[in-house]
Nanobody, 123 residues
Framework: VQLQASGGGLVQAGGSLRLSCAASGRTYSWHIMGWFRQAPGKEREFVAAVKWTNTTRYADSVKGRFTISRDIAKKTLSLQMNSLKKEDTAVYYC??????????????????WGQGTQVTVSS
């Protein structure tokens, strides 16, 4: 599985960005797809994920502001980010969990990773 994330950039606080992730290779509908982020000096943290059932899970810090969506046929994953805050600044990674388990919040649960896209929110 190969993942290519895009859509990052510089935005003012309160603004919006939409991240996209294109998957290729042996992807299957049951794979969990998610987003993580990593700020300088911090550990990689869970942002949101979606199962093929459209079950979603969000980190508390982004609930109500971010929306994850997935197009299984097109093998794409999106993250709509609204009301961005300075603390959302990080490199955002898309990831795939190929197991048939509940959505995991830990990075080690995910088998495949994209290269990351930088999101910078200015105050």
């Amino acid at each position: 599985v190969q993942l290519q994330a895009s859509g990052g950039g510089l935005v003012q606080a309160g603004g919006s960005l939409r991240l996209s992730c294109a998957a290729s290779g042996r992807t299957y509908s049951w794979h969990i797809m998610g987003w993580f982020r990593q700020a300088p000096g911090k550990e990689r943290e869970f942002v949101a994920a979606v199962k093929w059932t459209n079950t979603t899970r969000y980190a508390d810090s982004v609930k109500g502001r971010f929306t994850i969506s997935r197009d299984i046929a097109k093998k794409t994953l999106s993250l709509q980010m609204n009301s961005l805050k300075k603390e959302d600044t990080a490199v955002y990674y898309c990831a795939v969990d190929s197991s048939r388990t509940p959505i995991g919040l830990r990075a080690r649960s995910y088998d495949y990773w994209g290269q990351g896209t930088q999101v910078t929110v200015s105050s």
